[in-house]
């Protein structure tokens, strides 16, 4: 990408933060919308939201709901961790969204969902800040890298003439 480091930065830590998030399905227009305003690249929020993957989302989910369920007062009458079954929980989502059955979301989602959304925000400023920073720091130099390796090369270009 050639955008500036904070562009392309301020996308990927977008788009990582997101991935963070319950919002399963729209996390890439989230992860875009968030670069939009930050003015951050939209490639780079795209790329960033495949933090959430097959392999990283039953570990998201589990940290986002245990630290959900500790913020959250009075315990907001949440299921037992031991009972938990996300993939049933989000496809019966799944299944009540394709079937325009909407009535049956709230009773079935936000014992788990909530707990999950409050608990991935505090991981999601926490990941844009060090993701921002680490990834910024790495394109500087990179860029930095490369222009001296460019200007390496016309130096000895114009010596050789």
Same mark, same amino acid.
């Given at each position: 990408m050639s955008d500036t480091p904070h562009k392309v930065a301020a996308g990927l830590a977008s788009?990582? $933060? *997101?991935?963070?998030?319950?919002? !399963?399905g729209i996390q890439f227009v989230v992860a875009?919308?968030?670069a939009l $305003? !930050? #003015?951050?690249? *939209?490639? $780079?929020?795209? =790329?960033?939201?495949f933090v959430a993957n097959p392999w990283t989302l039953p570990a998201i989910w589990e940290i986002t709901y245990? =630290?959900?369920a500790w913020i959250l007062p009075g315990g907001?009458?949440?299921p037992s961790p031991d009972t938990l079954d996300y993939l049933k929980t989000f496809g019966a989502v799944a299944a009540a969204a394709l079937t325009f059955q909407f009535?049956?979301?709230p009773g079935r989602v936000r014992p788990i969902w909530m707990p999950m959304m *409050?608990?991935? %925000?505090?991981? $999601? *400023? =926490?990941c844009w800040i060090f993701s921002y920073w %680490?990834? @910024?720091?790495? =394109?500087? @130099?990179?860029?930095? +890298? @490369? #222009? +001296? +390796?460019r200007q390496n090369r016309a130096n000895a270009r114009t010596a050789s003439d």
């Open positions: 788009g990582m $933060a *997101v991935a963070l998030t319950p919002l !399963i875009a919308l968030l $305003a !930050i #003015r951050g690249n *939209v490639l $780079a929020s795209a =790329i960033g939201s245990h =630290i959900g907001y009458g949440l009535d049956l979301l *409050v608990g991935s %925000l505090p991981l $999601a *400023v =926490i %680490l990834t @910024r720091w790495f =394109i500087e @130099r990179y860029q930095a +890298r @490369r #222009r +001296r +390796r």
